[in-house]
Structures are given as C-alpha cells and as structure tokens.
C-alpha cells in the first residue's frame, strides 16, 4: 500500500495556498485572450454555455485524477506512474509531460515578454493609440534582432527567482499575492466596460445564446477550450497535488478551481466584448486581439495609458503564475531523480527553456527561415505541446485512473471513508469512457483529421 504522506517532501502550508496555487496554475493566457476569441468566432454565449459544460463534464474530472495521482504518491510525474504501476510503462506519460512543460515554458514565455515590453511601453507614452501604428508597432517589435530575447529571458528571470525559494516561500507566497490582485484587477476593467456606450450589446453577445449558431466545429472548439484552460495533460495538476497537505478535500479543490478559472474566463469576455462593439470591431479579430485591437481601444479611454498598462500587467500577472507551475513539473524531476539541489534543479530547468526560448523569439525575426513542416520553431512548439502532447498526456491519465489504479487508493485520496459515493462513481466512468472518446475527438480536430 502506498503511503500518503512524505515528511521530508515539501508542502503548501495553507488551504487558501492550495487554491491559489492550483487556479494560478490554471488561469493564464488561454482564459483572458483564447476565451473571449473562441467565443467570438463561434457564437458567443452558446459557446460559453457548451464551453462551461464540458470544463464540468471533463475539466472536473480530469483535474481529480491528476490530483489522486499526484497527492497518493507524493512523487514527480514520471515517479508518480511508476510508483503506482511498478514494472509498467506508464511512467512514459511522465516523459510526455516534462518534455511539454519545456517546451510550452518556452514558447509562452516569448509571448509573456511581449507583455512586459507592452507594459513598458504604455507607462512611457511609447504605444500608439492608432490601430495601424499598433500593428506595425507589434510587428517591427516581434521581429527584431534583441527585445523580444532581452524580455523573454528577463520573465525567466524572473520565474527563476520564485520557483528557486520553494514550494512555500517561493510558490505559494506569489500566488497568495497575485490571485487576488489579478481578481481585483479583473474586476475593475469589468466596471469601466460596462459603461462604455457599447456594453448592453457586448453583454448581450456573451449571455444571450443563440444555438443556432453551434455547429460540431463549435462544440469541438468548446471542448478544446476547456480542456486546454485548465491546463490539463501537462501534468502541473499532479506536481501540485503532490504538495497538498493530506485534509485538502480533492474533489472540493478541483471543483473551486474549475469555478475560478471558468469565472476569469467570462470576466475576460464582460471586459473584450462591450470594448470590441463600442468601437465597431469584429469580435473575432483573432490572435491580434491582445496585442493590437485591445492597447487601441484602452488608449482611446479617459485614462487610456493607465488602463493599457494595468492590462498588460494583467497578462504578466497570469503568465507567470501559469509558468511557475510549468517550471515546477521539470524541476520536481530533476530533483528527485537527479538528485539536484533545488537552486540547480531550477537553474537547468531555465537554463534549457532560456535557449529553446531564444530560438522561439527569434523565429518572427532573424530566425524566421528556420522551418519545420512548413513551421517556424515558435509555432512548432505550440503545435507539438498543445495538439499532442497534452491530448496524449490529458488521455493517458484519464485511462489510468479510471482502469489501473486500485479503487482503494482512488476512495482514500477522496476522502470516503465507506461505500463509495455515486459521485465517486461517476468520476470514475466519465474517466474511462467519455474522457478518452472526448479527448479523442479534440486530438482528431487539432490535428486537422475532422
């Protein structure tokens, strides 16, 4: 029987941590930008309603398992599976996720950067107001030879500094801090949208759901989204899990951080959404979104510089508690099988991503011949991570749970004490059966097949 506690094993010190530490983990880029762009091309609140039903139908679920997984071993991802099937192969979903981590740790902290550098800009008076000075503000900056380097390693830097001091010190203590501040900020670019003269039918976009507009194509993207938000697959769930005190009730955890992260996302669509009508833009502007319609909307505001730096500030704030959990599933691993000390295991680890992040900024710029299957090494990485190794990874996990582990552990991790539960019950069958086919359907889709 496998052992729930590890007294040498560091852990968060604080329910209120845990909580922290796991939405941090969860909220990022994909709730504030990817969100209000899914929802703008497919149909706004219909697609909010399908996205909340599956962040509840598989989001749930999945982030459980990664949590009994990790809190049951008190283990790194790849010691984790194996601890659980000695003599298997499943410790290679292990592999699969530190090596996603590495990679999304890269590539996302070029665009982090490119926060930073906007953030800088707008307290300066350096950004445009205009839209097309905008985009050719953004595109000289991404493509030059230094800036986008020097800020993508000044973020990892920067998570150098956090994840360096520990679990407690360095993790939690930031994430105690920015989580509320990020909700706080949130919240105030939800006041000052709602009275712009558009709000009323940016509003009405979001929460009034026309399901003539939903479509397969919809319902995968949905799906996509809420698998993709939580961050699920990746492995930084079960790394978390693996600090959480043995009275953190798993089930409840996974719940409240489902509910918050799903609650930035629609914070994110009251702020875009009245923004995007009351100045006649396309809801679907895409990726520019961020970069470019959003810093010429904020800089046309009573206060426009203000309100544009305390965006990007914003983003910087859910980059980097997302990046500090990437960062720690590789650390968490060379630690324990490595056996380095935590300041080297945190060096190497953005050491690699401070390369492999080089070549990431570069490839808009001097870099950008570089291809691989008609890819930049930028969009490689995004694509390899996020298309298959976090479907891989996200199914694997589910598959285990739900056929490989003994029940046992699944109920003493869950804290049933007798009869297991209904609910318990359900868990298990959307794990091995509606997980997989969904997480099926969604590799299927990223990958161009259906």
Request: with cysteine; aromatic share 14%.
């Given at each position: 029987?496998l052992?729930?506690?590890?007294?040498?094993r560091?852990?968060?010190?604080?329910?209120?941590?845990?909580?922290?530490?796991?939405?941090?983990?969860?909220?990022?880029?994909?709730n504030?930008?990817?969100?209000?762009?899914?929802?703008?091309?497919?149909?706004?609140?219909?697609?909010?309603?399908?996205?909340?039903?599956?962040?509840?139908?598989?989001?749930?679920?999945?982030?459980?398992?990664?949590?009994?997984?990790?809190?049951?071993?008190?283990?790194?991802?790849?010691?984790?599976?194996?601890?659980?099937?000695?003599?298997?192969?499943?410790?290679?979903?292990?592999?699969?996720?530190?090596?996603?981590?590495?990679?999304?740790?890269?590539?996302?902290?070029?665009?982090?950067?490119?926060?930073?550098?906007?953030?800088?800009?707008?307290?300066?008076?350096?950004?445009p107001?205009?839209?097309?000075?905008?985009?050719?503000?953004?595109?000289?900056?991404?493509?030059?030879?230094?800036?986008?380097?020097?800020?993508?390693?000044?973020?990892?830097?920067?998570?150098?500094?956090?994840?360096?001091?520990?679990?407690?010190?360095?993790?939690?203590?930031?994430?105690?801090c920015?989580?509320?501040?990020?909700?706080?900020?949130?919240?105030a670019?939800?006041?000052?949208?709602?009275?712009?003269?558009?709000?009323?039918?940016?509003?009405?976009f979001?929460?009034?759901?026309?399901?003539?507009?939903?479509?397969s194509?919809?319902l995968?993207s949905?799906?996509?989204?809420?698998?993709?938000?939580?961050?699920?697959?990746?492995?930084?769930?079960?790394?978390?899990?693996?600090?959480?005190?043995?009275?953190?009730?798993?089930?409840?955890?996974?719940?409240?951080?489902?509910?918050?992260?799903?609650?930035?996302?629609?914070?994110?669509?009251?702020i875009?959404?009245?923004?995007?009508?009351?100045?006649?833009?396309?809801?679907?502007?895409?990726?520019?979104?961020?970069?470019?319609?959003?810093?010429?909307?904020?800089?046309?505001?009573?206060?426009?510089?203000?309100?544009?730096?305390?965006?990007?500030?914003?983003l910087?704030?859910?980059?980097?508690?997302?990046t500090?959990?990437?960062?720690?599933?590789?650390?968490?691993?060379?630690?324990?099988?490595k056996?380095?000390?935590?300041?080297?295991?945190?060096?190497?680890?953005?050491?690699?991503?401070?390369?492999?992040?080089?070549?990431?900024?570069?490839?808009?710029?001097?870099?950008?011949?570089?291809?691989?299957?008609?890819?930049?090494?930028?969009?490689?990485?995004?694509?390899?991570?996020?298309?298959?190794?976090?479907?891989?990874?996200?199914m694997?996990t589910?598959?285990?749970?739900?056929?490989?582990?003994?029940r046992?552990?699944?109920?003493?991790?869950?804290?049933?004490?007798?009869?297991?539960?209904?609910?318990?019950?359900?868990?298990?069958?959307?794990?091995?059966?509606?997980?997989?086919?969904?997480?099926?359907?969604?590799?299927?889709?990223?990958?161009?097949?259906?």
């Amino acid at each position: 029987m496998l052992s729930d506690t590890n007294n040498k094993r560091a852990q968060f010190s604080t329910k209120i941590g845990v909580i922290a530490t796991a939405v941090g983990s969860a909220v990022g880029l994909g709730n504030i930008w990817r969100f209000p762009y899914e929802a703008g091309s497919n149909g706004g609140g219909a697609f909010m309603l399908c996205y909340i039903f599956f962040i509840f139908l598989l989001g749930v679920p999945l982030i459980c398992a990664e949590f009994i997984v990790g809190r049951s071993t008190r283990s790194n991802e790849i010691k984790a599976f194996e601890k659980l099937a000695p003599g298997k192969k499943w410790f290679l979903n292990g592999y699969i996720g530190v090596l996603a981590s590495i990679l999304i740790l890269s590539f996302y902290s070029v665009v982090a950067g490119w926060t930073l550098e906007f953030f800088i800009a707008a307290v300066t008076g350096r950004m445009p107001s205009d839209m097309s000075e905008l985009h050719d503000f953004f595109s000289e900056f991404i493509s030059g030879n230094w800036r986008p380097l020097v800020w993508t390693v000044v973020f990892l830097l920067l998570n150098y500094l956090v994840v360096s001091r520990g679990v407690q010190k360095g993790i939690e203590r930031l994430s105690n801090c920015l989580m509320p501040a990020m909700t706080l900020l949130l919240i105030a670019f939800c006041v000052n949208s709602l009275f712009l003269p558009g709000a009323s039918e940016g509003v009405g976009f979001l929460f009034s759901p026309d399901f003539s507009k939903i479509d397969s194509h919809s319902l995968l993207s949905a799906m996509g989204q809420a698998f993709f938000s939580l961050s699920i697959g990746l492995g930084g769930m079960l790394t978390y899990a693996s600090y959480f005190p043995d009275e953190v009730r798993l089930g409840r955890c996974a719940t409240t951080t489902a509910v918050l992260d799903t609650f930035v996302a629609i914070l994110a669509g009251v702020i875009i959404f009245p923004a995007v009508f009351t100045y006649g833009i396309s809801p679907q502007s895409g990726p520019t979104l961020v970069f470019e319609t959003l810093p010429a909307i904020f800089m046309n505001l009573p206060g426009g510089a203000i309100w544009a730096a305390l965006f990007f500030f914003l983003l910087f704030m859910a980059s980097i508690t997302s990046t500090i959990s990437m960062s720690e599933i590789s650390i968490a691993y060379f630690e324990e099988e490595k056996k380095l000390c935590r300041k080297k295991a945190t060096a190497l680890t953005i050491g690699i991503a401070t390369v492999l992040g080089a070549i990431c900024a570069l490839s808009f710029g001097p870099l950008s011949d570089i291809r691989f299957f008609g890819m930049t090494v930028f969009e490689l990485f995004d694509y390899v991570s996020s298309n298959v190794c976090l479907p891989v990874g996200g199914m694997v996990t589910s598959v285990f749970v739900g056929w490989v582990i003994d029940r046992k552990i699944i109920d003493r991790q869950l804290n049933i004490r007798t009869n297991s539960l209904p609910w318990v019950k359900l868990l298990i069958f959307i794990l091995r059966y509606i997980a997989p086919a969904a997480i099926a359907l969604i590799f299927l889709n990223s990958l161009g097949i259906i």
